[in-house]
């Protein structure tokens, strides 16, 4: 990668090097400015990095047991996601190295990774395309602003990413989720066909599908489609899946025109209201605790939600208290989520000669089936869709189950059990003013900087809209003829989905938003925001696919900018 000294004016500053920080760079060094990544992680090789890829179980430290304690000191928050064990702890932010603050009362995860490609090695991967359901919501209900964008001005750039990233999928036709440009879908497994059928023949309007994923089932230029090896979270050396670090690192440093710098931790930005541009990143070294400012013509903020608009809350202007981007007070507030941990899973009889093959990595999905129409139809505004899978009961599962012990026990577990359906449903959570992030008061971290403090809660909206979750899915699995069907609903703790988005929010009026419809910040023409803290609204589909074509675009918008002196 290109060496850059701190005392020349860089062409572009990328912060962060995740989903949306890997697009920023291979987009501006691909149009031909040289750009410094700054990520605030460790560094971490593609393939090499994945020290826990195909490790057997009886090398996984611990045995793959919990350590108690040091989970409850250092990985408090970070555990409870389904992506951490010992397997993946090196890709994970310390809580402890690295606190927050939060009424206990009303919790928040805010879970990050620490290496360099952020999230991108962790996410699920799922991939929605928004429609104007979506982007015209907020008008339509008369809550919060209007989204200054439509589809029609992001369809293009939907297409643009699907082609580098590859999604494979079903084409469905629906106008409210519309078809992306596909690889060939993975297939559902007996019984997901079987309970597919079942909700194709009792619901009208209402269908499950294989769940889109950024998993190539078709190769691309260095990438080999998945052999279902599993799990993915663990890293992908054969970058089947996307991440920052398996595709787009590797495309902007083909260029000749990229330095990543991890280690690097943005304090703030230094904002000249004279020209309204900022003029300087403060910058730590989280290894030396050495301060530096770097100047770029552009700055792309892709840190995350919370991290770039802890960068922003951070960033004031001379002589005054309140950040330079917040002239609207929109910032840092109407955060947002997605409902989860609520719906059902039931006992399916009658397929027990069947046993899957391989480690499929998606499951399923039922798009959104309520409020489509002009009218709202039940008791709560906006939708949700369900995600979920069908699979055997392994050994280790009846052996949580089957009372005994000895050999008759041993002999009893080496079949599998019967199958079982999981059915969960992600819920669009309304932009609410009174949820938010700040800055504590008082409170630093160990590098002086001012530790975030949330606070955050769902409203009477999601409460009813997870009913409703919870009493479809169990109609749909009892119409589908299980034998045991059991709800679930789990506390809801914001950022538990780990879709937090907003707190930096589009929309056409400086007086109420921070970002324009190009992602740039209202009061500084060179900084745009990218990430999840852009978002006007939620939808209840995965956002990542929506964070990416927005920085594909804001990209070749800035440099179009920059190329005409407008920055």
């Given at each position: 990668?290109?060496?850059?000294e701190?005392?020349?004016e860089?062409?572009a500053?990328?912060?962060?090097?995740?989903i949306?920080?890997?697009w920023a760079?291979?987009?501006?060094?691909?149009?031909g400015?040289q750009?410094?990544?700054?990520?605030r992680?460790?560094?971490l090789q593609?393939?090499?990095?994945?020290?826990?890829?195909?490790?057997?179980?009886w090398?996984?430290a611990h045995?793959?047991?919990?350590p108690?304690?040091?989970?409850?000191?250092d990985?408090q928050?970070q555990?409870?996601?389904y992506?951490?064990?010992?397997?993946?702890?090196h890709?994970?932010?310390?809580?402890r190295?690295?606190?927050y603050?939060?009424?206990?009362a009303k919790?928040f995860h805010?879970?990050?990774?620490?290496v360099?490609?952020?999230?991108?090695?962790?996410?699920?991967r799922q991939?929605?395309?928004?429609?104007?359901l979506d982007?015209?919501?907020?008008?339509k209900?008369?809550?919060?602003?209007?989204?200054?964008?439509?589809?029609e001005?992001?369809?293009?750039w939907?297409?643009?990413?699907?082609?580098?990233?590859?999604?494979?999928?079903e084409?469905l036709g629906?106008?409210?989720l519309?078809?992306?440009?596909?690889?060939?879908?993975?297939?559902?497994?007996?019984?997901?066909?079987?309970?597919?059928?079942?909700?194709?023949?009792?619901y009208?309007?209402?269908?499950?599908?294989?769940?889109?994923?950024?998993?190539?089932?078709?190769?691309?230029p260095?990438?080999?489609?998945?052999h279902?090896c599993g799990?993915?979270?663990?890293?992908?050396?054969?970058?089947?899946?996307?991440s920052s670090l398996?595709?787009?690192?590797?495309?902007a440093?083909?260029?000749g025109?990229l330095?990543?710098r991890?280690?690097?931790l943005v304090?703030s930005?230094?904002?000249?209201?004279?020209v309204?541009?900022?003029?300087?990143v403060r910058?730590i070294d989280?290894?030396t605790?050495?301060?530096?400012k770097?100047?770029?013509k552009?700055v792309f903020?892709?840190?995350?939600?919370?991290g770039?608009t802890?960068?922003l809350?951070?960033?004031r202007?001379?002589?005054?208290?309140r950040?330079?981007?917040?002239?609207?007070g929109?910032?840092?507030r109407?955060?947002?989520?997605?409902?989860?941990?609520?719906g059902?899973?039931?006992?399916?009889?009658?397929?027990?000669?069947?046993?899957?093959?391989g480690?499929?990595p998606?499951?399923?999905?039922?798009?959104r089936?309520?409020?489509?129409g002009?009218q709202?139809?039940?008791?709560?505004?906006?939708?949700?869709?369900?995600?979920?899978?069908?699979?055997?009961?392994s050994?280790?599962?009846?052996s949580?189950?089957?009372?005994?012990f000895?050999?008759?026990?041993k002999?009893q577990?080496?079949?599998?059990g019967p199958w079982?359906f999981?059915?969960?449903g992600?819920?669009e959570?309304?932009?609410?003013?009174?949820?938010?992030?700040?800055l504590?008061?008082s409170k630093?971290?160990?590098?002086?900087?001012?530790?975030v403090?949330?606070n955050?809660s769902?409203?009477?909206?999601?409460?009813k809209?997870?009913?409703d979750?919870?009493?479809?899915?169990q109609?749909m699995?009892?119409?589908a003829?299980?034998?045991?069907?059991?709800?679930?609903?789990?506390?809801?703790v914001?950022?538990?989905a780990?879709?937090?988005?907003?707190?930096?929010r589009?929309?056409a009026?400086?007086r109420?938003?921070?970002l324009?419809?190009h992602?740039?910040?209202?009061?500084a023409?060179?900084?745009?925001?990218?990430?999840?803290a852009?978002?006007t609204?939620a939808?209840c589909v995965?956002?990542?696919l929506?964070?990416?074509?927005?920085?594909?675009r804001?990209a070749?918008y800035?440099?179009?900018?920059?190329?005409?002196?407008?920055l």
């Amino acid at each position: 990668m290109v060496k850059l000294e701190t005392t020349q004016e860089i062409d572009a500053i990328v912060v962060g090097s995740g989903i949306s920080g890997g697009w920023a760079a291979k987009e501006l060094t691909e149009k031909g400015l040289q750009v410094l990544l700054l990520e605030r992680g460790k560094p971490l090789q593609h393939g090499s990095g994945y020290v826990g890829e195909h490790q057997p179980p009886w090398e996984v430290a611990h045995h793959g047991l919990t350590p108690r304690t040091l989970y409850e000191d250092d990985y408090q928050i970070q555990s409870t996601s389904y992506a951490f064990d010992e397997t993946t702890r090196h890709f994970w932010n310390n809580d402890r190295l690295n606190p927050y603050d939060y009424d206990a009362a009303k919790p928040f995860h805010w879970v990050r990774a620490d290496v360099v490609g952020g999230r991108s090695l962790l996410w699920a991967r799922q991939c929605y395309r928004w429609s104007d359901l979506d982007f015209a919501a907020n008008k339509k209900e008369g809550i919060a602003v209007d989204w200054p964008i439509r589809y029609e001005d992001i369809a293009p750039w939907y297409s643009y990413v699907e082609r580098f990233i590859g999604v494979s999928g079903e084409a469905l036709g629906l106008a409210h989720l519309p078809d992306s440009e596909f690889q060939k879908p993975m297939h559902m497994n007996v019984l997901e066909d079987h309970v597919a059928k079942s909700i194709a023949t009792n619901y009208a309007g209402r269908l499950m599908t294989i769940g889109r994923t950024a998993t190539l089932t078709e190769p691309l230029p260095g990438r080999a489609p998945c052999h279902y090896c599993g799990p993915c979270h663990r890293g992908c050396s054969t970058g089947s899946y996307f991440s920052s670090l398996s595709s787009t690192l590797p495309a902007a440093d083909k260029t000749g025109r990229l330095s990543l710098r991890a280690n690097s931790l943005v304090e703030s930005l230094e904002y000249d209201s004279n020209v309204k541009k900022v003029v300087g990143v403060r910058v730590i070294d989280t290894e030396t605790k050495e301060r530096y400012k770097l100047r770029a013509k552009i700055v792309f903020l892709c840190a995350s939600t919370v991290g770039s608009t802890q960068i922003l809350l951070n960033s004031r202007q001379s002589g005054s208290s309140r950040a330079f981007a917040n002239q609207s007070g929109a910032l840092g507030r109407y955060m947002m989520d997605h409902t989860y941990a609520a719906g059902a899973q039931a006992i399916f009889p009658g397929f027990e000669e069947y046993y899957p093959y391989g480690y499929r990595p998606n499951g399923i999905y039922i798009p959104r089936f309520r409020n489509l129409g002009a009218q709202q139809d039940v008791d709560f505004s906006r939708g949700y869709g369900y995600q979920g899978r069908a699979r055997r009961l392994s050994w280790e599962d009846m052996s949580k189950i089957l009372p005994g012990f000895g050999a008759d026990f041993k002999h009893q577990v080496r079949q599998p059990g019967p199958w079982l359906f999981q059915l969960g449903g992600f819920g669009e959570v309304l932009p609410y003013a009174h949820n938010n992030m700040q800055l504590h008061p008082s409170k630093v971290d160990r590098f002086g900087i001012p530790q975030v403090q949330f606070n955050f809660s769902f409203g009477e909206n999601e409460r009813k809209q997870r009913i409703d979750i919870i009493q479809q899915a169990q109609q749909m699995l009892h119409k589908a003829g299980a034998s045991t069907v059991v709800p679930y609903d789990l506390p809801m703790v914001g950022g538990a989905a780990i879709h937090e988005m907003g707190t930096a929010r589009m929309g056409a009026d400086p007086r109420s938003s921070v970002l324009n419809a190009h992602n740039q910040v209202h009061a500084a023409s060179n900084l745009f925001v990218t990430d999840g803290a852009c978002m006007t609204s939620a939808s209840c589909v995965n956002p990542s696919l929506t964070y990416m074509a927005l920085t594909a675009r804001a990209a070749n918008y800035a440099v179009d900018q920059l190329r005409a002196g407008n920055l």
